[in-house]
């Protein structure tokens, strides 16, 4: 079973404000990821982490921002709230190094802005 | 440009009965390949995967995957489905030194009439 925790599970905002979708893992991996999921869709990357103090931007286009202080904690923030962010995230994490292994994900986060 | 294709949306089976999800990848040489389920409002589980060797792989709830380089396929099967099976399927991509960045196929949504 992998440890891998997202809060909230659910979230309803208002236009405009800010969130922060949280994400930690307790199994020390360094890589981390956030994808974002619409209904019946695939997966798209939005932002990855190869260890602390490293972002990158993923294959999808994104107006939110990650940051990566601790090894353990990779937190997506989305400034202003917008009904086009209304999607689910979900936050992964896999072995580091440059090889590719599988990732474990978290539960997700249903994101809804009215 | 690297893409993975799951070709059937929906499909149904009976209890009992056997299953094949197809899975087709177009990657520049050979990728690692992996199958995840997701229940709904749930993350993501992985079933099984494919790094190298042995091309017809095991994975957990008695799912198999077989490789076939020649048909650029990672097709996922079970020869007796249960109703617990009924979820999302995702075949997802690789590089072997992508840094584990993943690309995921639209998904399969299984349901499974008694």
């Known amino acids: 079973e992998a440890d891998i925790y997202q809060t909230p599970r659910y979230l309803v905002i208002g236009t405009g404000k800010k969130i922060t979708l949280e994400c930690s893992q307790t199994m020390g991996h360094d890589k981390m990821y956030w994808y974002q999921q619409d209904p019946g869709m695939e997966l798209h990357l939005i932002h990855y982490s190869y260890g602390v103090n490293s972002t990158e931007k993923g294959d999808l286009s994104s107006e939110s921002t990650v940051s990566r202080i601790r090894t353990e904690h990779f937190p997506l923030t989305l400034e202003s709230a917008r009904p086009s962010h209304t999607s689910q995230y979900l936050c992964?994490?896999?072995?580091?190094?440059?090889?590719?292994?599988?990732?474990?994900f978290g539960p997700g986060t249903r994101l809804t802005v009215t | 440009a690297q893409s993975v294709t799951q070709p059937d949306i929906h499909i149904t089976v009976s209890e009992g009965a056997s299953l094949e999800l197809r899975c087709n990848y177009s990657y520049g040489a050979t990728p690692y390949l992996f199958w995840y389920v997701q229940s709904p409002g749930q993350g993501l589980q992985l079933l099984l995967k494919?790094?190298?060797?042995?091309?017809l792989v095991q994975g957990i709830k008695g799912f198999e995957a077989e490789f076939k380089r020649s048909q650029s396929s990672f097709n996922l099967r079970k020869p007796s489905v249960h109703w617990s099976d009924a979820a999302e399927y995702f075949c997802?991509?690789?590089?072997?030194?992508?840094?584990?960045?993943?690309?995921f196929g639209q998904g399969t949504i299984l349901t499974v009439h008694p």
């Open positions: 997802a991509a690789a590089g072997g030194t992508s840094y584990g960045k993943l690309t």
């Open positions: 494919y790094f190298s060797g042995d091309t």
């Open positions: 992964a994490s896999s072995e580091g190094g440059w090889q590719t292994y599988e990732q474990y």
